[in-house]
Nanobody
């Protein structure tokens, strides 16, 4: 059974930091690229960050470049999103996503991140 379980969300003040984790099981994690998406109320889902299956590449949305860092630990079947200098506009539900071009597209249930004073 495929599972992606996000953790580490919550409430943080503007300028603060959070680290999201996504623990994967039920598939060969090292064969999948990983993504973090987010969706704010009333807005479309946005791709925030991507990382290759062996971390050979990373990519970021312009809105988070220089503030967020995606990383992965294939030994722990976990992907991370380090979020620094958080802004109120970063408030959203964050989703972990595993995918590969040859087939396979799995999603976590999402976790709330709220940036507010």
């Amino acid at each position: 059974q495929v599972q992606l379980v996000e953790s580490g969300g919550g409430l943080v003040q503007p300028g603060g930091s959070l680290r999201l984790s996504c623990a994967a099981s039920g598939f060969t994690f090292s064969m999948y690229a990983m993504r973090w998406h987010r969706q704010a109320p009333g807005k479309e889902r946005e791709l925030v960050a991507s990382i290759g299956n062996v971390a050979a590449f990373t990519n970021y949305a312009d809105s988070v470049k220089g503030r967020f860092t995606i990383s992965r630990d294939n030994a722990k079947n976990t992907v991370y999103l380090q979020m620094n200098k958080l802004k109120p506009d970063d408030t959203a539900v964050y989703y972990c996503n595993a995918y590969r071009v040859s087939g396979g597209d799995f999603w976590g249930q999402g976790i709330q991140v709220t940036v507010s004073s």
